[in-house]
């Protein structure tokens, strides 16, 4: 890479960093977590970008790019998924999520589980599954991040993973990260204007889209069908359907995009943030397959698929444009790998460690926990992405099955079904995330056309239901669990205008007041 | 009997309140807005950690629901002494001790997610006593709302207000 790559990396984060104390010194950064009596509202559009910007992580710059580089159009189904995922999210578990996690009192999202569906075998199972695929998922980062780093500096990768891997120790531990909505908002704008910017150059390069796809057709036909390389996946129905359930629905089986959920403000401005989260995913989902695909013909024989977005960049845009961009996505990757760990560490030492292991765990202790924990993750993290680094594509859709099957049914039901129980979910998790780990393990996608996201959701669904009902007489959902639940799910004679600007942050003071005016009223 | 409270300060009145909710649901028919107070446990938190950009202070107020026992930070505020019916008033639930440890709990919770890092906080927690809040029930015999008086933030009730 040029210096001038270097030069505008570095200017990239020093701005940044100027806008973070910017925002702090006017008491504006903070976070977008709610305070009470608070007029610290972020808009409906710095949510959006801010919780983009947060959720893009090395999957989207490395696994989408080398999909599209391996099967050509096939990758769209995984884009097209993913498009209206966020929506669809917010519209199926978002606004009683929201509810019902407050007036249960829960601060985690496995703390929430547990609380649904009253047993410590719950909070266990999911806690220990957690912990695990999030693991994973780091790696994916960490991977992510050692690859960029070693292209963008020109060093070996063991030592770019190194420091990849070392600055996000020291932001977990130390802190100085600044996680201001400005400045993920800012970093939001970049990755879109760059990853478009990368997108016309490479058409424009290769004489616009028509002009390409000839030029595609005439290395491999078959590479613009949406069946992939070679027809491979025609008319696997199941497969597609996999592709296309993983990051619309198998987001729902997230921690953290559950406590996002959780974390919620209004109602209106979650659905206008979901809007332009929505617009702001038709401009940047297909993108990095797009240019995936569009790079078998710029970068033919690329020794890393993977790589194939941060090649282009280098090849096509101009050093100060690629230094930002560059700069935009690494911070972007090492942000997600920082969250992700921050979520395990805090699974790992308040939902296990302190629930099981030591109630009377004092901060420190359960600090040194996280850390540990943190710890041994980093160092597995490096040295199986220095041995034998596998995909970042094949860990995240290995991690997304398998967590969202296991947790899909759990959280949608909690919502929505009161008669789902703790011996239904319970089974529902067990065999949603043994079904999709087998499927992935033994391979079995291949010979049964089925994708392990789609059997491990359609298992898990079916014990949920099936175990409910035929444990329903003797482990019957809690009374006080169905009051809550029917709260939560009260719309009654309110006008509708009322309800869009009803604050869920009010929700237990309300069912208070509720029970209070009630038995005054009796 | 009426008894007196540290209420927090608040802008929005009765007649804002019911304005409030008059204009959004184009209704005439609304009872007059009735008073309701709720307790908090109030504590100010003086939190210190070294951090990779420098050493981070932070003063945060938590105010613990002493109904149900949940915690949330808060913004600055000041009370007022106001005297209030018993019937307006709810009955706290929750120890000020068990609060205590609520509170530490939230503000550890909130710093390492606004800071991003695990670390050991040192936070000073002082507790400053119950507070009140006051809230205005606003409705028809159709529906009632609730509406927060120091920032107007609504949430629909059961009860009828009628």
């Keep these: ?522 | 009997m009426t008894e007196p409270l540290y209420v927090i300060e608040g802008t929005v009145t009765a007649e804002c309140a019911s304005r409030q909710v008059r204009d959004l649901c184009d209704s005439d028919a609304l009872q007059p807005a009735q008073p309701i107070y709720y307790p908090y446990h109030a504590f100010r938190a003086a939190c210190t950690v070294a951090t990779l950009i420098g050493r981070q202070e932070r003063q945060l107020h938590c105010l613990v629901d002493a109904m149900n026992g949940q915690g949330a930070t808060a913004e600055p505020f000041t009370t007022r002494l106001r005297v209030a019916a018993a019937s307006e008033q709810m009955q706290p639930d929750i120890s000020p001790t068990a609060a205590h440890a609520v509170a530490r709990r939230t503000v550890s919770h909130h710093l390492g997610k606004a800071l991003r890092m695990i670390a050991a906080f040192d936070i000073k927690l002082e507790a400053e006593g119950l507070v009140w809040k006051q809230f205005w029930v606003v409705g028809s015999t159709q529906y009632s709302v609730l509406v927060d008086s120091t920032n107007g933030a609504m949430h629909p009730l059961r009860s009828k207000a009628g």
């Design chain 1, 1 to 522: 890479m040029s210096s001038t790559v270097i030069v505008f990396l570095l200017l990239y984060y020093v701005v940044v960093l100027g806008i973070g104390y910017w925002a702090m010194r006017r008491g504006a950064g903070e976070d977008l977590e709610g305070f009470l009596l608070g007029g610290r509202k972020v808009g409906p559009m710095a949510t959006a970008l801010t919780l983009q910007s947060t959720s893009m992580s090395g999957y989207m710059f490395l696994g989408a790019g080398g999909l599209g580089y391996l099967q050509g159009y096939w990758a769209m189904w995984f884009a097209a998924g993913d498009i209206g995922g966020g929506v669809l999210n917010l519209s199926i578990i978002g606004r009683r999520m929201r509810k019902l996690s407050q007036m249960m009192g829960a601060l985690t999202s496995i703390e929430y589980l547990e609380k649904r569906y009253p047993s410590a075998a719950v909070r266990l199972f999911a806690g220990i599954l957690t912990v695990f695929l999030l693991g994973f998922y780091v790696l994916a980062q960490l991977i992510a991040g050692g690859k960029g780093m070693a292209l963008v500096t020109g060093i070996p990768y063991p030592l770019a993973l190194a420091i990849a891997v070392g600055i996000v120790l020291v932001y977990t531990f130390m802190g100085g990260y600044l996680a201001v909505a400005y400045t993920d908002f800012f970093q939001s704008i970049i990755m879109l204007v760059g990853v478009m910017w990368i997108v016309i150059a490479s058409l424009s390069e290769l004489g616009g889209l028509t002009a390409a796809n000839d030029a595609i057709a005439a290395v491999d036909p078959t590479l613009l069908s949406v069946w992939g390389r070679d027809l491979g996946f025609q008319g696997q129905w199941g497969v597609v359907a996999g592709a296309l359930l993983i990051f619309s629905i198998g987001y729902m089986g997230w921690p953290h995009v559950v406590t996002r959920h959780m974390a919620m403000s209004q109602p209106a401005t979650a659905r206008k943030a979901g809007v332009y989260a929505t617009v702001w995913n038709l401009f940047f989902v297909p993108a990095p397959y797009l240019v995936g695909i569009l790079a078998i013909l710029i970068l033919p024989g690329l020794e890393d698929p993977e790589m194939a977005i941060f090649e282009v960049a280098g090849l096509l845009l101009p050093a100060a444009v690629t230094g930002l961009v560059m700069a935009a996505i690494m911070a972007a990757i090492m942000s997600t790998a920082d969250s992700l760990l921050l979520q395990t560490g805090s699974i790992a030492s308040r939902d296990l460690y302190e629930r099981f292991i030591n109630p009377q765990a004092s901060e420190k202790q359960m600090v040194l926990v996280s850390r540990a924990l943190v710890l041994v993750i980093a160092v597995i993290g490096y040295l199986v992405a220095l041995i034998e680094p596998p995909s970042v594509f094949g860990i995240v859709i290995f991690a997304t099955s398998v967590l969202g099957s296991a947790f899909l049914p759990a959280y949608v039901c909690a919502v929505w079904w009161r008669k789902a129980n703790t011996p239904g979910a319970l089974a529902s998790m067990i065999v949603g995330a043994s079904v999709a780990f087998l499927w992935e393990y033994l391979g079995l996608a291949a010979s049964t056309q089925l994708a392990p996201m789609l059997t491990g959701v359609v298992s898990s669904t079916v014990a949920m239901i099936a175990v409910s009902l035929l444990t329903a007489k003797i482990a019957p959902v809690p009374a006080d669990i169905l009051q809550i639940m029917d709260e939560a799910a009260r719309v009654g004679p309110i006008p509708p205008q009322l309800l869009a600007a009803s604050d869920g942050a009010m929700g237990s003071e309300a069912a208070a007041i509720d029970i209070a005016l009630s038995k005054r009223r009796d």
